[in-house]
C-alpha cells in the first residue's frame, strides 16, 4: 500500500476559512475537533464535538450536538503585536491533512507590520490509540531578530453554538505549572464533562493562569533570540459520562492522571502510537486507483479518512451524523445516510462497526416504538433524525417562515417512513456479508421483525389491494404521495425478508407469518412500464414536466425554490433526487439492466441532484448498466460535492453521505460489488480515466484484495469463498486472476468455476 | 453655555478597543450601547444592555446584566475584500464622542489590500428624546474607482455575556423591503425583549433578508461609481416588558410602528430632536472650568456625559449599576456607590432624579427586611449588591481559587453593612436639599426607621457600651472588625437622623425611641486620639505599617496581593481606601478642619487607593483642608482612573464612581459645597491651574449658578436662599458677588449677611 495522499489549502483566504476548518476536521469518532487556526478570526467557527453528546439549549431549540469549550484557540503576540493572517504580510505558506495518520499541520513566514519575519510551524492530531486525546505543538521562530514572544491559551467556555450555551462552568482548576482542568456540565444536569489540557512553552520567563468569563488560560512570555524555536506543547484530554458514579473530584481526577502520563510520552511517541493504529487501518481499507487526474485518489482517501474520523465505533449508543463530527449541520442528528450510504462502507471492511451502527439502531427501538404507536401503527418508526435517545429530534416545525411568521410542519417526520425499510435491508445486508448468526437471531430478527410489523400496520386495503399512501421517497421534492415505488418495493422487500428469517429461524408467531403472507400476497408495487418506466408514485407520471437545465447547473443550491413554491414544485415532474434509480441501486437483483437504464434514462432529465446524496447513486447506476463515462461524471461531481471550489460548500460540516457515496461509487459502481440473493458478485466498469482500482474486501469472514485492470481482474482471498465475476460463479482461495472476459488466468491460488446462472 | 467638548479616540489600535468601547458608550439611562466598531474584530466586546434587565443563566451563576442582540455590527465588503482596520491601510482616521448630544463619529479613509480607497463615515446616537431608540448612519464612498459595495447588517442574537446565553429566540420577522423584528425571552421566561429594526441602503441593486443561526441579516450590494455615497441608515427601537398583558404579536407590533415613524423622520430630524433634549439638559448641569490643562474640562463633560447616560431616571425600579450599562463588570450590579457617588450629582442639579434613585431603595425594602431577619437582626440590611428585585445578588462564595478548588464566602455581603447608613445619609441630604415633605413623611421616614432599626439591633452591649462588631468598613483590606470607626459614626447618625425626623413628624413608637435613645446614649464612637488620629477600629493602631510606595505607584491594580494573602493584609496598616477620611467627607460637621488634617496625613501613607473610590475622596478632604495642590493631584488621578493611558482601564465598562467623584471634587471640593446641619455652604479652594470655575446649583427649590474665580465668588440664584459663604452666612437672591474674603460686593441682586457662626 502507498501511502494515503493529504490534503493541501492552497492559500489563507478568510472567505474559505470554515470550509477547511471542516474539509480537515481531525477526529477518531469519540471526537471532532475542526480544523480551525489557532488564532482567532472573526468569520471562523471553532467547534470540537463528542459522538452522541447531545443537548437542548433553551425553549424552541432542539436537541443537538454541543460545541464544546475551545483548546485549540491560542493567542499568539509577537513584540505586542497580535499574530493574524489578515494583517501584515504572509511570505510563504503550506497547510495540509496527511490523511494516512490524521495530522493537521501548517508552516509558515509571517512578516510584522515592523517588518520583523517570524516562522510559525503548527501541528496537532487526535489520537487513533487513546480517544479522548488531542495534542498539539507549535514552534514559532523569530527569524531576524530577538523577540518577545506572547502565548496565551487554555481551556475557552466562551464557545456556544451560534448562541446557545449548553454547558454550565461547573468548575475549573490548575495544578503546577503545566496542569489545567475545566469541568462542564449540560444545563439539564446529565451529563459531565472534563477537560483536562497540559500546556509548557519551553523557556516562558513568566507564567501566569487566569480564570475569567469562562476563559481559563496561561499566558506564557519568552524572550526568544533571532533563530530560537520557541515551542508550545498542549494536550488536552476530553472525558464526558452521563453516568457519573464518582464524585466530580475522584471522576476529574482521572484525566488529569491521563493527560499527564500523555505529557510524559511526549507529542511524537504519542503521534507514533496513533500513526501505528492509523497504518493498520489503512492496510485493510485503503481504495487505491491509477488514474488520469490524480485528484480521484485524494477523494478517495479524503472519504477513508473521514469515513473513519466521523465513525463512533467505539460506542454502540451513537451513530453517525450527517455531517459527522466536523460541524453542526443538521444538529448533529442521525438520518437514513448512516445504514445506506455510510454503513455499507464499514460493513465490507469491518464487519464489527456495521453491527454498532445497527445495534445503535436495535438500541432505540423503545423510541421507534412509541413513535409508530403514537401515530397509530404498529412495530417501529424510526426517527426521521435522531439523536442519543432514538426519540424523534426533528423539530416540529420547519425553520419560521420570516416573511409570514407561520411554521410549516417538518413533513419528512411525518411521512419519510421509507427509512424503516432502510434499516432492515442495512441488516440483511449484514447478515449477507457476515453471516453472524449471533447477532441475527437477536438483534438482526427484532429489527426485520418490528420494521415489517411496522409496514403491514401502515398498508391500506383498496379496492383489494394493499396501499402505502401519504409518504415521502427519498425525493422531498415530491410530498404526501401514494404507492411511491421506493417505499413500497422496500416494504415488500422488509417484510419477505423478515418472514424469510422468520420461517428459517423458527419463529412462531402464526399471527405475524399469516399477515406478513397477507401482505406480500396483496402489496401493490407499482409495475414497470411498456416503455420501461417504473412510475414514482401513483401520480407523478401525469404531472407536467418543465426544463431543468438552469437549475441542475446550480444542482444542490436548491434554486428552484427560488423560482417555484413547493407546493409548485410537488405538482410538476421534479426530482431532488430520483427515487426508482435509487431503488434500482438498492434491490439490484429485482430489476434487469434494461429497466435500470430506461429509469436512468428518463428520471435524470427530471432529476436536479439538490440533494447530496443524488449524483453518487445515478453514477453507480450508470455505471452497473456499463455507462461508466457517466458513471464516472456523476462520481467527480459527487466528489466535488465538498473537496470543489465553492468556499462555503460545507461551512457547517462535510456531507457525509456524500463522503461514503465516493467509496460506494468506486466499489460497487466502478468494480461492480453488488449483493444478489445474498451472493457477492463482482462486474467492474472502470472509466477511461482509471487504469487501475485495487481494494480490500471482508466478505463472510475471509479478507479479499481485489484488483483491476483493464486487462484482468486479480483476487486474493484468505478463505474460501464463493463468488460471482462477470456473471461466472467461481470458488476461491489465495490469489486468483481473471480475464476481463472472465476466463481464469494461472496463479498459485485455487479457483473452479461453478457453471451457475444468474 | 460654552458647548460640550468631545472625547477623541487619537488611533486605532486593536488593544484600545474595549476601552474605548466603554469610554464612548452611547445612551440615555434607558439603554446603553457600547461604542464598538460596525465591522468585527476578534477581541471586540460588543454589548447593549437595557436597565435593569437581569437574568441568571445557567446554574453556579448570578444575576447579570443581559447583553442584548447586537444591532451596531455591520459587515462591509468592498470589492468582496472585508473591510477591517486590522488589515489594508488607513490613510486618515478620526473618530470622537461628542458629549453635547451623544453622537459618535467615525471618519476614516482606508486604502483595501488592491490599492483602492475609500471613504467610510458612520454616526449613531441613543436618543435622549425617544428612549428605545438607536439610529445610526454609515457612508460609504470608492474614491479611486467605481466599487462593488456589499453590506450586511441586522439583528445579531449570537451574541451572549461572555458565553452566557439568556435569551430565547422567541420569534423573527421580516415586514417589506426594509423592517425585521427579533423578539426574545429571557430564559426564565419573565422578560420579553422586542428589537424592531428598520435597515436602507440607498441605490442597492439587490436586497435579501436570511434567518439562520441566531442571526437575522439584511444583505444589500451596491454598485457604485467612484465618488458615490452610498449610505446605510440603521434605526431600532428596543423594547422590553416584565409584565406584558398583550399578545406577542400585538406587544410587538408596536416597536414595529415606533421605528416606522422614526425611519419617516429621518436621521437628522431625530437628532435634532435628540440634540435639543440634550442641549436643555447641559444648561442646568454644566460645570465649566478654564484651567492650564484643557483636559480638565473634558474630564468634567466626560463625568457629566456619563452621569446622564447611566442613570435610568425614567424608571425608579432601577438604579445606577457600578459600570453604568457601558459593560459587563460587577455584573450590572448596584452597590453604594450609587448613593454616596452619583446620587449627589443628581441632587444637586434635578432632585427628581435623586428622588427616583432613593425609591428603588423603598422599593426593595422587603429584600431588605428579609436579609435583616434571615441573619437575625431587624430593620432593613439592603444587599451588598443589588439587581431589580432587591434580593441580595452578592454570589455566595467568591470565583474559585483555581488553585485549591476551594471558594471563599463573600465577606462583603456579610458584613459591608455600612451600605444601610449610607442610604440613609443619602435620604437626610435629600431632604435637606429639597425639604420635599412628601416624600420624607413617607418613603423618606421608613427608610430612615428601617435602617436605624438595623443598627439597633446591630449593635451589642459589652461592658455598658454598645458596640459593632464583626464589620467590614469602605476599607476592604480590613476585614471582620470590630467599631469601625466609619461604621459606628454612620450607625450613630443615621439613628440620631431618624429619631430626630420621628420627633419632627410625630411618629408615636415609643418602643422605638426608647431604643433609639438608649442606642445613641450608648453606642461607642471610636474616639479622636490626643494626635488628632481616628483609630479605624480597634484594633487598626496595633498593627505593623510597611512601605507602600511600590503598590500606590500601581494604585488600582492590586498588587499587594500578589505579594501578600488577604489574611496577611488585613494584619497589617495596609488601606484600599481610607474609612476615617471618607467618614469626615461624609460627616463634614462632625470634624474639626485639625481632625481632618490629621487623618488625612495619617492614613494616606498607609492607602494604596487600590479602591477607585479612594482619590476624588482624598482629593476633596484636602482641598477642604486648604491643600488645593493636594486635592488637585488626587483630583486629576482621579480623573485618569478610566481616561488614563492604560489600555485595559475599563475594557469591561467605565468606573461610574469615579465618573460621579469627578464632579464631586470640582463641586465638593474646589467649590467646596458641603451640607453641615442641613444647610448649605459654600469655601472655595480653585487649585492653582485653574482661574475660573462655574456651574449650575439646584437648593431647596431654587436654581443657582455659581461662579468663581480667584478675586470673587459669584452668585445667582432664581429664588431668595440661605447659604454660608465662606463661613459667612448670607441670604441671597438674583446675582451677588462676594469677594475671596466673603465680603459682598455690589450687584444687582439682594443679599444680607446673617452673622451666623460654623
Known amino acids: 500500500m502507498t501511502k494515503p495522499v493529504k490534503l493541501t489549502?492552497?492559500?489563507?483566504?478568510p472567505h474559505n476559512l470554515n470550509k477547511y476548518a471542516s474539509l480537515m476536521t481531525i477526529g477518531n469518532g469519540y471526537m471532532g475537533i475542526r480544523a480551525s487556526h489557532e488564532e482567532a478570526y472573526t468569520l471562523q467557527t471553532r467547534g470540537m464535538y463528542l459522538a452522541g453528546l447531545y443537548h437542548r439549549a433553551g425553549k424552541g431549540e432542539i436537541n443537538e450536538l454541543v460545541n464544546l469549550p475551545d483548546v485549540v484557540g491560542v493567542?499568539?503576540?509577537?513584540?505586542?503585536?497580535?499574530f493574524s493572517l489578515t494583517s501584515g504580510v504572509i511570505e510563504s505558506w503550506h497547510r495540509e491533512l496527511d490523511f494516512s495518520c490524521g495530522e493537521v499541520r501548517r508552516e509558515l513566514i509571517w512578516c510584522a507590520s515592523d517588518g520583523a519575519r517570524f516562522a510559525i510551524e503548527s501541528r496537532r492530531f487526535a489520537s487513533a490509540q487513546k480517544l479522548p486525546l488531542l495534542a498539539m505543538e507549535i514552534v514559532i521562530t523569530p527569524l531576524d531578530a530577538d523577540a518577545c514572544i506572547g502565548i496565551s491559551t487554555g481551556i475557552d467556555a466562551t464557545i456556544t453554538n451560534h448562541g446557545r450555551q449548553h454547558l454550565d462552568?461547573?468548575?475549573?482548576?490548575?495544578?503546577?505549572?503545566?496542569?489545567?482542568q475545566g469541568i462542564y456540565t449540560t444545563q439539564d444536569n446529565r451529563n459531565d464533562i472534563a477537560i483536562a489540557t497540559y500546556c509548557d512553552v519551553d523557556g516562558a520567563a513568566q507564567r501566569c493562569f487566569t480564570a475569567k468569563e469562562r476563559r481559563l488560560l496561561q499566558h506564557n512570555t519568552v524572550q526568544a533570540q533571532a533563530g530560537q524555536r520557541v515551542t508550545l506543547t498542549k494536550m488536552s484530554w476530553v472525558d464526558w459520562t452521563s453516568e457519573r458514579n464518582l464524585s466530580l473530584e475522584t471522576w476529574g481526577r482521572q484525566s488529569l492522571r491521563n493527560i499527564e502520563e500523555c505529557a510524559q510520552q511526549g507529542y511524537d511517541a504519542l503521534l507514533a502510537e496513533s500513526n501505528t493504529?492509523?497504518?493498520?487501518?489503512?492496510q485493510s481499507r485503503r481504495v487505491q486507483v491509477t488514474s488520469t487526474d490524480i485528484s480521484d485518489q485524494q477523494a478517495l482517501d479524503y472519504a477513508l479518512y473521514h469515513l473513519r474520523v466521523m465513525t463512533p465505533d467505539h460506542d454502540e449508543r451513537s451513530s453517525i451524523a450527517a455531517k459527522g463530527l466536523t460541524g453542526e449541520g443538521y444538529k448533529g442528528h442521525i438520518f437514513w445516510d448512516t445504514e445506506v450510504f455510510l454503513l455499507p462502507f464499514h460493513l465490507f471492511t469491518e464487519p464489527k462497526t456495521a453491527r454498532s451502527l445497527l445495534r445503535y439502531r436495535w438500541h432505540n427501538l423503545p423510541g421507534a416504538r412509541e413513535k409508530a404507536r403514537r401515530n397509530g401503527w404498529q412495530g417501529a418508526l424510526f426517527p426521521w433524525e435522531s439523536a442519543r435517545s432514538g426519540d424523534e429530534e426533528t423539530p416540529e416545525f420547519a425553520a419560521i417562515n420570516i416573511r409570514t411568521g407561520l411554521r410549516q410542519k417538518v413533513a419528512s417526520a411525518q411521512a419519510e417512513h421509507h427509512l424503516v425499510a432502510d434499516v432492515a435491508w442495512a441488516v440483511i445486508h449484514y447478515w449477507h456479508a457476515t453471516g453472524d448468526l449471533n447477532f441475527m437471531t437477536c438483534e438482526g430478527m427484532t429489527l426485520l421483525l418490528e420494521t415489517a410489523k411496522f409496514w403491514i400496520s401502515r398498508a391500506v386495503m383498496i379496492n383489494g389491494r394493499l396501499e402505502i399512501h401519504d409518504v415521502i421517497g427519498p425525493d422531498e421534492y415530491t410530498e404526501h404521495v401514494?404507492?411511491?415505488?421506493?417505499?413500497?418495493?422496500m416494504a415488500w422487500y422488509n417484510v419477505e425478508q423478515?418472514?424469510?428469517?422468520?420461517?428459517?429461524?423458527?419463529?412462531?408467531?402464526?399471527?405475524?407469518?399469516?399477515?406478513?403472507?397477507?401482505?406480500?400476497?396483496?402489496?401493490w408495487r407499482p409495475e414497470v412500464q411498456p416503455d420501461g418506466v417504473l412510475p414514482q408514485d401513483d401520480t407523478f407520471l401525469r404531472k407536467p414536466a418543465i426544463d431543468l437545465t438552469q437549475y441542475k447547473a446550480l444542482a444542490g443550491k436548491q434554486t428552484i425554490l427560488l423560482d417555484y413554491s413547493r407546493a409548485e414544485v410537488n405538482e410538476m415532474q421534479i426530482l431532488k433526487q430520483a427515487d426508482v434509480v435509487m431503488l434500482t441501486y438498492m434491490l439490484p437483483e429485482q430489476f434487469s439492466l434494461q429497466t435500470c437504464l430506461a429509469n436512468l434514462r428518463f428520471y435524470e432529465p427530471r432529476t436536479i441532484h439538490d440533494s447530496s446524496l443524488s449524483k453518487a447513486i445515478h453514477g453507480i447506476v450508470a455505471a452497473r448498466c456499463g455507462d461508466s463515462a457517466?458513471?464516472?461524471?456523476?462520481w467527480r461531481e459527487g466528489s466535488l460535492i465538498d473537496l470543489g471550489e465553492a468556499p462555503h460548500s460545507c461551512d457547517d460540516g462535510i456531507h457525509a453521505a456524500a463522503t461514503g457515496a465516493i467509496w460506494l461509487g468506486a466499489i460497487q459502481g466502478f468494480a461492480g460489488v453488488n449483493v444478489r440473493y445474498g451472493e457477492l458478485h463482482l462486474a467492474p466498469v472502470l472509466p477511461a480515466h482509471w487504469q487501475r482500482l485495487s481494494f480490500p474486501l471482508r466478505w463472510q469472514g475471509s479478507t479479499l484484495q481485489i484488483t483491476i485492470n483493464d486487462a484482468e481482474i486479480r483476487i486474493h482471498s484468505t478463505e474460501q469463498i464463493t463468488l460471482w465475476v462477470n456473471g461466472e460463479k467461481v470458488s476461491l482461495q489465495g490469489e486468483t486472476v481473471f480475464s476481463n472476459s472472465g476466463i481464469i488466468l494461472p496463479t498459485h491460488g485455487t479457483a473452479t468455476t461453478e457453471g451457475g446462472d444468474e
Open 9 to 13: 489549502e492552497p492559500v489563507f483566504c
Open 277 to 282: 493504529n492509523w497504518h493498520a487501518w489503512w
Open 498 to 523: 423478515a418472514l424469510g428469517f422468520a420461517r428459517r429461524f423458527g419463529y412462531s408467531d402464526e399471527t405475524f407469518i399469516y399477515r406478513a403472507e397477507h401482505f406480500l400476497q396483496h402489496l
Open 630 to 634: 457517466q458513471g464516472y461524471r456523476f
Open 482 to 489: 401514494n404507492n411511491n415505488a421506493f417505499t413500497n418495493y
Open 169 to 180: 462552568e461547573t468548575q475549573v482548576r490548575v495544578f503546577g505549572q503545566h496542569l489545567m
Open 75 to 82: 493567542e499568539i503576540t509577537l513584540n505586542g503585536e497580535i
